[in-house]
C-alpha cells in the first residue's frame, strides 16, 4: 500500500480529534528529534508547529466554533503565546522545551478519559474541527 493510500484510509477512520491529536503528536515529536546543531532543521520544526498553532487560532476565532468561550479564551491565549515564542526559538534565543511541554499538555487534554463517568480535560469538541489535513 502507497503512503498516500494509508493516509487516505486512515483519515477516513479517525474523526477530527483524532488527526488533532495525530497532528499534534506529529509536530511534536519533529521539535523533539531535531538535532540542536541543525538549524534548519529546528527553524523547519518550530515554523511547522506555529503553523498548527496558527490554525487553531484561526479556527478558534471563526464563528462556526462551537468549543464554550472560556476554553476558547484559553486556548487563544496560548495559541498567542506560542506565535511569539516560536520566534525566539526560531532565532536561537528559546529553548523547544517549552514549546513541547505545552503540545503534549494539549495533547493529554484531548485523550478520552480512563472512565467513562469522568470528563477528559478538555471537552468533547473538537479544537479544529477537522481542518488540518496531514
Do not use: C
Amino acid at each position: 500500500m502507497s503512503v498516500a493510500a494509508y493516509q487516505k484510509a486512515n483519515q477516513n477512520t479517525e474523526n477530527p480529534r483524532q488527526t488533532e491529536y495525530r497532528a499534534f503528536a506529529i509536530f511534536t515529536r519533529a521539535m523533539e528529534e531535531v538535532d540542536s546543531e541543525d538549524q534548519i532543521a529546528k527553524i523547519r520544526a518550530v515554523a511547522n508547529n506555529r503553523r498548527l498553532w496558527q490554525t487553531l487560532r484561526s479556527d478558534l476565532m471563526s464563528e462556526g466554533n462551537t468549543l464554550p468561550d472560556e476554553l476558547k479564551g484559553r486556548l487563544l491565549s496560548i495559541a498567542f503565546w506560542v506565535s511569539r515564542y516560536s520566534l525566539q526559538a526560531m532565532k536561537g534565543e528559546a529553548s523547544l522545551a517549552p514549546l513541547i511541554t505545552v503540545n503534549k499538555q494539549i495533547m493529554d487534554g484531548m485523550k478520552p478519559s480512563a472512565s467513562p463517568k469522568e470528563p477528559a480535560n478538555v471537552t468533547s469538541h473538537t479544537a479544529l474541527d477537522g481542518k488540518i489535513s496531514l
